[in-house]
């Protein structure tokens, strides 16, 4: 950048003093300024003659002699031009501001030309060093040069030698293919390709050592050329040595080789062989398949290609699963083989899968003909019924206003009957109509299409049916209401009939003058009379009662009109009226009748009560010697029976309340006698059922801890074979003979706590048994529980001996170095 103008300096207060004090000397002020702009023209002059000449001096900035001559050319010319300066400054100091203009003009240019001249310098300087560094780099690469003019053809000549090498062996491993079948031929030409891949091999080798012997002198060279030159030529020979390297690799094992491709023909004619008649079984489908196109369909041509195809298919998955067998043991040469053939098989089973695909939309169709032909006829039969439950009615809509009570009745059960069976048949074909439409989902499309829309239109007629049978199901249910009231209005009527039959017969007898007046054989039948009279009555009574009953409640469900409910609740009234004076009347007829046919009617009741006590204890006594799960449920489902029929005469014999006491007595004590029995065969039946359930636990404990030690006597039984094995000595096959060993202890361990488990959750049950029976099983399951903690502790060694194993062939195997044993060829057994 320009220099800036050197900022003019304010003359202090003292030096305007002196300035004002010495008018005298400006003159020679004047004359001073003008000798320093003299000077300053000659300096400037100098410097610009010495910077020519330094450029001059410098040429092409190359050489480094003459870069320092120029150098010490402009260094001369920095002392005058600072002293030159320096005499600038001091004039200007010493002058006032009008002369001491000037004088910062001069310094200016002074600063000027030292700036030029120093960044002249600066150039001279940098192009100097980078000139030395350049004579230094190119005496270096000149050494290392020949160095690398040195290594370079020994490298190349064994680098090529090793090339031509692994070529020989290639050329000589072809023999091997030439020789076809004669096996002298190929047993020659597999020693020698074995004999040219280890001479290729040993000056590979020497190659590669002598590559790393002049590496190191590689990389200390010191000139970055050189060095990366020879880097480029060692990566370029190395690659050379690696590629013949890989063409040696598969010349390595050429014996094995040969024994894997002997072993892929003969693998790929087994699987020839195998596929032979896969392909004839699926050649006899097609044809069947064909014939069954070409001829009528039935159900045994489609048998018959359904039987076709599923023996080629079982022939087509026989030889899939032996080509998945041999792939994952087949060497690489057999593989692609294998894979071509297993594509052959894919493509015959896609063949069959269409096959199949194409008759089995036959096959439906025929069979989902017959399923929209069944529900033809069922709708056809639910018509038929509906056609009936119309006939039916035929009665009701002949023109009669109203027909007899007996005969109303008939018509309508009659109806009700034709109805039923109408709804049945529509519910069980709706039924059957929904089911095969999900079931029609399932099928191809065209033909669920087809045959949905079939069933969707037999729906349709379906819910016309429905329609008119709900219709008549209604009116046949307002008939129905409207012969129930007119049957309670008979019935009521009916016992007030005998209501008034028993007031005639029972006035009678409480005529004291005439029962007196009349003969003994006129009494007794006046008195006959009456009691049947009553006993009449008071049915007739009992039977509208509960009949209007029943239709009270059906009318407060049923949500019935309040006129009706308001009939009924009259027809109860006059009902309670009859009760009413049937009671009254029972006083003079004497109802000791009605009381012992009820406590007669009691006493049978009590009799099978008994009767099954005594089956439920003989039950509970047949458990001393059948203890089985179904003896147990026979137990209880007698025990419940008879103690719901004992309750249940009990809870009678307490709502008779017009016997007499003594009557009841024995009745009472039989029954106690009853509980009591259930009571004791309950207690019994408990006990026993609780030592079978703690016979069955130790039972399924047991058998738990023998499947315990027999597992663990199984994985030391291994263990012990596998010590005697010679296997051990290989560390490969030993590692593999120790897999079932292995397999067996966790299996072991497995089996312990699932038993520890299961003693556990058994506890918990035994907890729930009578305290007699629990105590016992709880030390049995204590014993067992012992027995597990022994098996727990020899299990215990024998996982500490099988991990010592493993680590001890892990590290035999590392130290081998060498890979594992082909995957076909299987351990030898233990022993």
């Known amino acids: 950048p320009p220099p800036q103008p050197f900022p003019q300096q304010q003359p202090q207060p003292y030096q305007q003093q002196i300035f004002q004090q010495q008018p005298q ?55 005058p031009l600072t002293t030159m300066l320096e005499s600038v400054m001091e004039a200007q100091r010493a002058m006032p501001p009008d002369l001491a203009r000037p004088c910062v003009q001069l310094a200016n240019r002074l600063r000027l030309q030292q700036n030029g001249m120093l960044q002249e310098l600066q150039k001279l300087r940098g192009a100097r060093m980078q000139a030395e560094k350049t004579e230094k780099d190119k005496a270096l690469e000149q050494k290392d040069q020949l160095l690398l003019d040195e290594i370079l053809p020994e490298a190349t000549k064994k680098t090529n030698s090793a090339e031509d090498a692994a070529e020989k062996a290639v050329i000589t491993s072809e023999l091997i293919e030439a020789s076809g079948e004669d096996m002298e031929e190929v047993q020659r030409a597999v020693e020698e390709t074995e004999k040219a891949a280890q001479d290729a091999n040993k000056l590979i080798a020497e190659a590669r050592s002598y590559f790393n012997t002049k590496h190191t002198a590689v990389r200390q060279m010191q000139s970055e050329r050189a060095r990366t030159r020879a880097q480029a030529e060692f990566t370029k020979l190395i690659g050379a040595l690696q590629v013949a390297q890989g063409k040696l690799k598969p010349l390595m ?51 018959g290609v359904e039987a076709a195809v599923q023996k080629a298919n079982a022939s087509l998955g026989a030889v899939t699963k032996f080509i998945l067998q041999k792939k994952s043991q087949a060497p690489a040469s057999a593989i692609a083989e294998l ?69 109303t009745l008939t018509a309508l059960s009659k109806c009700e009957a034709a109805a039923a069976t109408a709804n049945t048949a529509s519910s069980t074909t709706r039924m059957f109509i929904m089911t095969k439409l999900v079931d029609a989902k399932r099928l191809s499309a065209s033909i669920s299409q087809e045959f949905s829309g079939k069933l969707r239109q037999l729906q349709t007629q379906l819910d016309v049916h429905i329609k008119r049978l709900n219709e008549l199901k209604g009116k046949t249910a307002e008939r129905k209401k409207t012969a129930m009231m007119r049957e309670a209005e008979h019935l009521v009527a009916t016992a007030e009939q005998l209501t008034e039959q028993l007031a005639h017969d029972a006035a009678q007898l409480e005529n004291a003058d005439y029962m007196e007046s009349l003969p003994a054989m006129e009494a007794k039948r006046v008195k006959s009379q009456a009691a049947r009279s009553e006993v009449a009555a008071a049915t007739a009574l009992s039977n509208a009662k509960a009949f209007v009953h029943e239709r009270q409640v059906e009318a407060r469900s049923k949500g019935h009109s309040a006129e009706a409910a308001a009939a009924l609740l009259k027809l109860s009234a006059r009902v309670s009226e009859g009760e009413k004076k049937v009671s009254r009347w029972q006083k003079v007829t004497g109802a000791r009748s009605e009381v012992q046919a009820k ?91 609780g030592g079978f359930l703690a016979q069955s636990i130790i039972a399924e404990v047991q058998k738990q801890m023998q499947e315990t030690e027999q597992a663990l006597e199984n994985a030391c039984a291994l263990d012990v074979q596998l010590e ?10 030993a590692r593999q003979a120790l897999q079932p060993l292995d397999e067996a202890a966790r299996m072991a361990t497995s089996l312990v706590s699932k038993t520890r488990s299961f003693i556990a959750m058994k506890r918990i049950a035994v907890k729930r048994l009578p305290p007699e029976v629990g105590e016992t099983c709880m030390a049995d399951l204590t014993a067992l529980d012992s027995r597990l903690s022994e098996v727990t502790q020899r299990l215990s060694g024998l996982n500490q001996r099988v991990s010592a194993k493993r680590k001890q062939q892990d590290a035999a195997v590392a130290a081998a170095g060498q890979p594992p044993p082909p995957a076909g060829v299987p351990p030898p057994p233990p022993g």
């Open 724 to 733: 005697r094995s010679a296997v051990s000595q290989d560390p490969f096959l």
């Open 253 to 303: 094992n050429v014996r094995q080789t040969l024994a894997q491709r002997q072993a892929a023909q003969k693998v790929i004619a087994e699987v020839t062989e195998l596929l032979a008649p896969a392909k004839v079984d699926c050649e006899r489908a097609e044809e069947a398949a064909a014939r069954m196109n070409e001829g009528t369909f039935s159900e045994e041509a489609r048998q």
């Open 25 to 79: 000397q400006r003159p020679a002020m004047q004359e001073r300024v003008q000798t320093l702009g003299a000077q300053v023209a000659r300096t400037e002059n100098e410097i610009q003659r010495a910077l020519q000449q330094a450029v001059a001096t410098a040429g092409d900035y190359s050489m480094p002699a003459t870069l320092l001559s120029a150098e010490e050319i402009l260094v001369a010319q920095q002392e």
């Open 599 to 689: 406590l007669k009617q009691l006493g049978e009741q009590a009799e099978a009560a008994e009767q099954k006590v005594t089956a439920a204890v003989q039950a509970v006594e047949e458990l001393r010697n059948n203890q089985s799960v179904e003896a147990m449920k026979q137990g209880d489902q007698a025990l419940n029976v008879a103690n719901m029929a004992v309750r249940t005469t009990v809870k009678a014999m307490e709502q008779l309340t017009d016997a007499e006491e003594d009557d009841l007595a024995s009745l009472r004590q039989r029954l106690k006698d009853a509980e009591e029995q259930l009571a004791a065969a309950s207690a019994t039946k408990k006990d026993r059922q």
């Open 339 to 407: 894979e071509k053939t297993e594509a052959q098989v894919k493509q015959s089973s896609d063949r069959m899968a269409e096959l199949h695909s194409n008759f089995k939309e036959s096959s439906e169709r025929m069979v989902w003909q017959s399923v929209v032909k069944e529900a033809t006829d069922k709708v056809q039969s639910v018509q038929e019924a509906v056609s009936k439950a119309a006939d039916a009615e035929g009665p009701f809509i002949l023109g009669v206003d109203e027909l007899p009570l007996d005969e």
